[in-house]
């Protein structure tokens, strides 16, 4: 009985098994499909850590992120956040495109411009943080943050600009070191951080107020706990917007020197993130000339002698060159002071981010060219190894008249290669004998005295019309700095006076002319002139044509009178007010601008009416170039020329002088000059119009198909003058296929019938000659005969005739006019023409805007 009872319980003990057997399989199969989604949730997250680490750095381990990550310590948003605004990224210097960029990549393991573009467009309103946290949650709701990350777009500062940088060139740098300098911000939630070697050192900042020129700072650095010898430093600023900017940094000590050689050209530049960089030039048996050319941006130039003591600085914001100037040195008295056996020519070069470099963490990079004079030949910087004295200053450079003349010189470009090419050939810089900086003022009052135009560098000849002024003072800068000799001088009434206090020179009645004489470091001299009229002039002047303007033409014109008195200027009162024709003038597609040339001259959100990149332009661009007073100079006044047919004041010569180097030069084919020369003869209108008209509108190169009769579909049909060439942003090359089918067909193409007028213009332009003859008639009739005859009545229709007001403009080029004028200019220099009794006819609106003078966003 009992063996039958256990052999029962074995049954049902082995039944038990099996069940629980079948029922541990069924759940662990249950289990396994159940992790799977975890073990990915977990490689994903394992995947995003790896990619942040790779791209942000930092010092938590990635197997430490993950495991805290897993324990719920923190989120992955978290990390990322931790790991894109900590010091080492900061210090990376990633703009928000390319923050953008690798914050897409560290969340989703690629690239996405999309997503790039809309976390760049994020971070306008929104700081780092908030921005990261979003798309991090929006890739993966688990990923979100584990605390309240704010909206708020936190602090920020920009234009921070460093006037006491760390590093010292000549000493050790010890103890205590200080940045000083000033930013604007929004707040003062910002801090900073040292890089010695690698290391992070925490630093302290103190914000002073806003004295109207940004807020100051003072960053303090304790040495004591970084170990004596060289080191890389950097200074990384950051805000509570997430972002930084290593804004100072360099090698402490001994800087490295590169080293530099006579007749050389030679690349240099400071490196991303570093704020100077060092040289040494052994100048052997001559003057020390230390050229820079090329610039990236703006840098500081300092100059030290074999002792490491100062010879000069110089830093010219704005301006195209810098250079440095050493007299050879005694080696036999440097011998004898220091006892050393050896000794050479030696000068040490500093080069720093200037005051106005855009950038304190990209690479600034420059030429240096060691010659007294430097070539810009073949397109690139060459040194002029041959000696031949004080090169011309002017650029371009007519060499004709040069003693040396028919002779050759030797240059040497950045692979020292050495090249024997004509004189004649060669254009020298105009890096001697020329100003930088000429302000001018009341010193009663510290007023700025408004000369015109407004100072620039290679502009010589100024102009100022005043009843009252009695005293100016001037404060000059000269491009070789310290390197260079000024000497001013004043003329009235006949009699010339040495001006020894620049603060204080007396203006007397009448014609005063300041005269500014630069003797640069070789020895060239450049003279620049201010034609101040007190009053009235000495002859009738003031009288007859002056007195039939409007005082804010004065200055203007008495610089024009002043250099060629022969000149003669008709007002044209328009009768309307400035401001409403600005109005009409800054109208949708009536004034524009071209977004590749001039990006800064076009409205935002303007649409591009024409594949040329043309687009509407900003008021501010318009009001300056309809303004005539904006005209008045040696080279735009011909802008206002009378521009019917002078045989007398225009060559084919001429002709060929302004199309120099442009796809109009001579050809196999075709004698453009020639061509453009009888064009204007046979419509009555100045072929130095045509010429420019045409290079303006088909470009320098000749970029326009419309110019070879080659636009697909159109092909041999010319139009160089872009007559009947609207604009039709909904068309590709809408423009241009207007302008070949107007060629065709004339102003009604649907019609496909020319009409008799029509045929008088030599419709259909076919050939070369009848599109430049028949358009060169086309204007003559549409324009200069309905008394649009100057440049600038045909870029606005200020004119009440037949057509009325502005629907008749020529051109939708904003600078059209005033471009061209200059190419006028040009035309008559080469032919000695410019003293020639020209007729200038100038339009005078009612209530002018009190400012002129000032190109927008150039600074010309």
């Known amino acids: 009985m009992r063996r039958k009872k256990t052999t029962q319980y074995l049954i049902i003990a082995a039944i038990s098994l099996i069940v629980g057997i079948a029922g541990a399989v069924v759940l662990g199969i249950s289990l396994v499909g159940m992790s799977t989604p975890y073990k990915e949730s977990k490689s994903k997250v394992s995947e995003v850590v790896d990619r942040t680490s790779s791209i942000a750095g930092g010092s938590v381990g990635n197997d430490i992120a993950k495991d805290r990550i897993g324990s719920g310590v923190y989120s992955v948003g978290d990390y990322l956040i931790r790991s894109f605004t900590s010091p080492d990224y900061l210090s990376l210097g990633r703009s928000d495109n390319e923050f953008a960029s690798n914050l897409v990549v560290a969340i989703t393991g690629s690239s996405d411009a999309s997503l790039e573009e809309d976390i760049v467009s994020d971070l306008q309103d929104h700081s780092r943080m908030f921005v990261i946290n979003k798309y991090a949650e929006e890739e993966d709701r688990s990923y979100a943050a584990t605390g309240n990350i704010s909206s708020d777009p936190g602090d920020s500062f920009t234009d921070c600009v460093v006037t006491k940088p760390l590093e010292s060139g000549d000493t050790y740098t010890i103890g205590i070191r200080k940045v000083e300098g000033t930013f604007d911000a929004t707040g003062d939630e910002v801090r900073t951080d040292f890089f010695v070697d690698g290391v992070l050192y925490q630093g302290n900042i103190r914000i002073e107020e806003d004295d109207g020129s940004g807020k100051g700072f003072v960053m303090a650095w304790d040495t004591a706990g970084v170990e004596a010898g060289s080191h890389s430093v950097l200074i990384l600023l950051r805000s509570s917007d997430g972002r930084g900017q290593i804004i100072a940094g360099g090698d402490i000590t001994v800087p490295r020197c590169m080293v530099l050689n006579n007749d050389m050209v030679q690349q240099g530049s400071i490196d991303r993130s570093q704020t100077v960089s060092w040289y040494i030039l052994n100048a052997q048996d001559r003057d020390a000339y230390i050229n820079f050319v090329g610039l990236g941006d703006d840098i500081k130039v300092s100059l030290f002698d074999a002792y490491g003591e100062p010879v000069g600085t110089n830093d010219l914001p704005g301006s195209d060159y810098e250079v440095l100037r050493g007299h050879r040195q005694d080696i036999d008295a440097i011998k004898a002071d220091t006892g050393l056996p050896l000794v050479n020519n030696n000068f040490f070069v500093k080069v720093e981010r200037g005051a106005q470099c855009s950038s304190n963490e990209d690479q600034v990079s420059y030429t240096m060219v060691q010659s007294r004079n430097v070539a810009y030949y073949d397109g690139q910087y060459m040194a002029v190894v041959s000696d031949i004295g004080a090169a ?202 071209n977004v590749y040339s001039h990006p800064a001259w076009v409205q935002s959100g303007s649409p591009e009416y024409d594949g040329g990149g043309w687009m509407a332009a900003t008021n501010e661009v318009v009001q300056y170039f309809l303004d005539p007073r904006n005209y008045l100079d040696p080279q735009h006044i011909f802008s206002f020329e009378l521009l019917s047919f002078d045989s007398t004041a225009q060559t084919v010569d001429g002709v060929r002088n302004i199309v120099n180097g442009s796809f109009l030069a001579d050809t196999s084919e075709y004698d453009y000059a020639q061509i453009i020369y009888e064009a204007g003869e046979t419509a009555n209108v100045s072929p130095y119009f045509l010429a420019s008209r045409i290079l303006q509108e088909m470009g320098y190169n000749g970029e326009s198909e419309l110019c070879h009769g080659t636009l697909a579909g159109y092909e041999g049909y010319y139009n160089f003058y872009n007559i009947g060439s609207t604009p039709d942003p909904n068309i590709q090359n809408g423009a241009l296929i207007n302008g070949a089918r107007y060629a065709m067909w004339g102003a009604d193409p649907d019609e496909e019938e020319i009409s008799s007028v029509e045929a008088e213009l030599m419709l259909p332009w076919n050939t070369v000659d009848r599109a430049i003859t028949g358009g060169a008639l086309w204007i003559a009739s549409r324009y200069t005969a309905a008394g649009q005859d100057t440049l600038y009545f045909q870029k606005f229709d200020v004119i009440d005739n037949e057509d009325g007001l502005y629907m008749h403009q020529y051109a939708q080029n904003i600078s059209m006019a005033y471009t061209e004028g200059a190419r006028y200019f040009s035309g008559y220099a080469s032919i000695d023409m410019l003293d020639k009794p020209f007729i200038f006819l100038i339009p005078v609106y009612d209530d002018m805007p009190s400012e002129f003078g000032v190109m927008p966003y150039t600074g010309a």
Do not use: C
């Open 392 to 593: 011309p200053t002017p650029l371009p450079v007519s060499s004709s008249t040069s003693p040396y003349a028919g002779t050759d010189v030797t240059l040497s470009d950045l692979s020292n290669n050495q090249i024997v090419v004509p004189y004649e050939d060669v254009r020298y810089l105009p890096l001697s004998g020329f100003l930088t900086k000429m302000d001018i003022a009341e010193p009663s009052s510290g007023s700025e005295v408004k000369i015109f135009p407004r100072f620039a560098v290679k502009t010589t000849d100024y102009g100022y019309y005043s009843t009252s002024l009695s005293v100016i003072g001037l404060d000059i800068t000269a491009q070789e700095g310290y390197a260079a000799v000024v000497e001013t001088t004043i003329e009235n009434g006949g009699s010339v006076t040495t001006v020894d206090d620049l603060s204080n020179i007396p203006i007397g009645s009448g014609e005063n002319t300041i005269d500014i004489k630069v003797t640069a470091f070789d020895g060239t001299v450049n003279d620049y002139r201010i034609y101040i009229l007190k009053g009235d002039d000495s002859g009738s002047f003031s009288e007859d044509t002056l007195a039939q303007f409007p005082t804010s033409y004065y200055s203007g014109l008495w610089l024009l009178h002043s250099l060629h008195p022969d000149y003669m200027f008709r007002p044209y009162n328009t009768g309307m007010d400035f401001d409403t024709v600005l109005d009409n003038e800054d109208s949708a597609d009536r004034s524009l601008a």
